[in-house]
């Protein structure tokens, strides 16, 4: 038993030092493994193979590489664009301007870095101008683009459903009424917001130009149809129509809206390989650490005291989203992810909770860590875009903090809001 603590205090201590995520999982999982169990070198590394020869988790490229094409395609302004002209005059409106468009570019790049990027870039100094602190402007930004893990298609419900061999198209239309739930909660504080302070809107557009902007931002709305269609339809499983997206936006972005260049695309490429390549061996490290915590029998500990202590379905939810949230301060959220999943599966049957419902409440909470200092990373990308420091940003967060945990308590307590629509759809029983 001691040696095993001491497997955890190995990851503590290089967590604590500022150790990269996953070679302070790595390390504190092989010396789990090979002191405290005695186990072969040789079953370490075919374990790190294993974790990722899983054939959902293939999907992550082609989705990550299309998002990264779309984000240099010129999409989001034709997506800003459309969005102004049906809501500028809205009370708010540019505000919801920013969640609207965040939410659509994420649909189709599901990455929130490139989201905030992207939107935050052209959305920033448009509603400083119209009276929004950056402050304000840099946080709603920075929360909007978190929306792009959990509207489909998103790599974090790949990476859950690989982990535990879910449907990814069931989890895919989990995440839509969550989605939909923050979406409204973050525009409705942004109108309240927008009044409380007396900024308004006195730009308007014809039906003329709602009809053209609508149209220019049509083939970037088709990628979204693109990607899902062909999965519903049973035509494609979700690494090939990942695949077919890349091709999609790879045409939209060079020779429809004209700004995707070959050197671009060849800077989307190395981007998405970095990016991949890291997901992969977070995905590897954690899940060899949570593999080392549960050959040691931890997830049977907790099992067991979690069924005789009497917890119910609710109690034990309250618990899971509090650990969560504290590591979420603390970690990268894919490593949480990884580790808190492999522990706590085996408690989904006996206290009647839905894996798919689970799902959604882990991207939820990783949507919270993603704004929450001092790992958040959604926090740096808007203090570079927003040429505002990250304290500002952090000043300006804790009011979107509340209306996401807001939200997490609405679909922890609501697991309809993530079951009917696949239920309706006919992918759960």
């Given at each position: 038993?001691?040696?095993?603590?001491?497997?955890?205090?190995?990851?503590?201590?290089?967590?604590?030092?500022?150790?990269?995520?996953?070679?302070?999982?790595?390390?504190?999982?092989?010396?789990?493994?090979?002191?405290a169990?005695?186990?072969?070198?040789?079953?370490?590394?075919?374990?790190?193979v294993?974790?990722?020869?899983?054939?959902?988790?293939?999907?992550?490229?082609?989705?990550?590489?299309?998002?990264n094409?779309m984000?240099?395609?010129?999409?989001s302004?034709a997506?800003?664009?459309m969005t102004?002209?049906?809501?500028?005059?809205?009370?708010g409106?540019?505000?919801?301007?920013?969640?609207l468009?965040?939410?659509?570019?994420a649909?189709?790049c599901?990455?929130?870095?490139a989201?905030?990027?992207?939107?935050?870039?052209?959305?920033?100094?448009?509603?400083?101008?119209?009276?929004?602190?950056?402050?304000?402007s840099?946080?709603?930004?920075?929360t909007s683009?978190?929306l792009?893990?959990?509207?489909?298609?998103?790599?974090?419900?790949?990476?859950?459903g690989?982990i535990?061999?879910?449907?990814?198209?069931?989890l895919?239309?989990?995440?839509?009424?969550?989605?939909?739930?923050?979406?409204g909660?973050?525009?409705?504080?942004?109108?309240w917001?927008?009044?409380?302070?007396?900024?308004s809107?006195d730009?308007?557009?014809?039906?003329?130009?709602?009809?053209?902007?609508?149209?220019?931002a049509?083939?970037?709305?088709?990628?979204?149809?693109?990607?899902?269609?062909p999965?519903?339809?049973g035509?494609?499983?979700?690494?090939?129509s990942?695949a077919?997206?890349v091709?999609?936006?790879?045409?939209?972005?060079?020779?429809?809206y004209?700004?995707?260049?070959?050197s671009?695309?060849?800077?989307?490429?190395?981007?998405?390989?970095?990016?991949?390549?890291?997901?992969l061996?977070?995905?590897?490290?954690?899940?060899?650490?949570?593999?080392?915590l549960?050959?040691?029998g931890?997830?049977e500990?907790?099992?067991?005291?979690?069924?005789?202590?009497?917890?119910?379905?609710?109690?034990f939810?309250?618990?899971?989203?509090?650990?969560?949230?504290?590591?979420?301060?603390?970690m990268?959220?894919?490593?949480?992810?990884?580790?808190?999943?492999p522990?706590?599966?085996?408690?989904?049957?006996?206290l009647?909770?839905s894996?798919?419902?689970?799902?959604?409440?882990?991207v939820l909470?990783?949507?919270i860590?993603?704004i929450?200092?001092?790992?958040g990373?959604?926090?740096y990308?808007?203090s570079?875009v927003?040429?505002?420091?990250?304290?500002?940003?952090v000043?300006?967060?804790?009011?979107?903090?509340?209306?996401?945990?807001l939200?997490?308590?609405a679909?922890?307590?609501?697991p309809?809001?993530?079951?009917?629509?696949?239920?309706?759809?006919g992918?759960l029983?």
């Open positions: 038993m001691i040696l095993f603590i001491l497997g955890i205090v190995i990851f503590g201590v290089l967590l604590v030092l500022g150790t990269p995520i996953f070679i302070a999982m790595l390390c504190g999982g092989m010396w789990i493994f090979l002191v169990l005695q186990c072969p070198l040789a079953m370490i590394a075919q374990m790190l294993s974790n990722i020869d899983v054939f959902s988790l293939m999907a992550i490229a082609p989705f990550v590489l299309a998002g094409l984000a240099h395609s010129g999409a302004r997506l800003v664009n102004e002209a049906f809501l500028g005059r809205v009370p409106g540019l505000g919801i301007v920013a969640v468009s965040c939410s659509v570019f649909a189709m599901g990455s929130t870095i989201t905030s990027a992207a939107i935050g870039s052209m959305l920033v100094q448009p509603m400083s101008e119209k009276g929004y602190p950056r402050s304000f840099t946080a709603l930004l920075a683009g978190t792009g893990i959990m509207i489909p298609p998103s790599i974090n419900f790949i990476i859950y690989g535990v061999s879910a449907s990814i198209p069931t895919f239309m989990a995440g839509v009424v969550p989605g939909l739930l923050l979406m909660i973050l525009a409705a504080l942004t109108v917001y927008s009044k409380g302070k007396g900024i809107s730009k308007s557009f014809s039906w003329q130009e709602k009809l053209l902007y609508f149209g220019r049509c083939p970037a709305l088709g990628l979204i149809f693109v990607i899902m269609a999965i519903y339809t035509l494609c499983t979700p690494t090939e990942a077919i997206a091709v999609y936006a790879f045409l939209v972005g060079r020779f429809y004209r700004k995707l260049t070959y671009q695309l060849w800077v989307s490429l190395v981007s998405a390989a970095k990016t991949t390549a890291m997901l061996i977070i995905i590897s490290s954690g899940l060899l650490f949570g593999g080392a549960v050959a040691h931890m997830a500990m907790i099992s067991n005291w979690i069924i005789r202590s009497g917890f119910t379905w609710w109690q939810l309250i618990v899971v989203n509090i650990i969560w949230l504290l590591l979420g301060f603390l990268e959220s894919t490593s949480v992810l990884v580790i808190m999943v522990l706590i599966i085996g408690l989904f049957k006996p009647g909770i894996p798919i419902h689970f799902g959604v409440l882990c909470n990783t949507e860590a993603l929450t200092p001092p790992v990373i959604n926090l990308v808007m570079s927003g040429k505002v420091p990250v304290e500002s940003v000043k300006g967060i804790w009011p979107f903090v509340i209306a996401l945990l939200g997490l308590i679909i922890t307590y609501i309809q809001m993530s079951l009917f629509l696949p239920k309706a759809l992918l029983e």
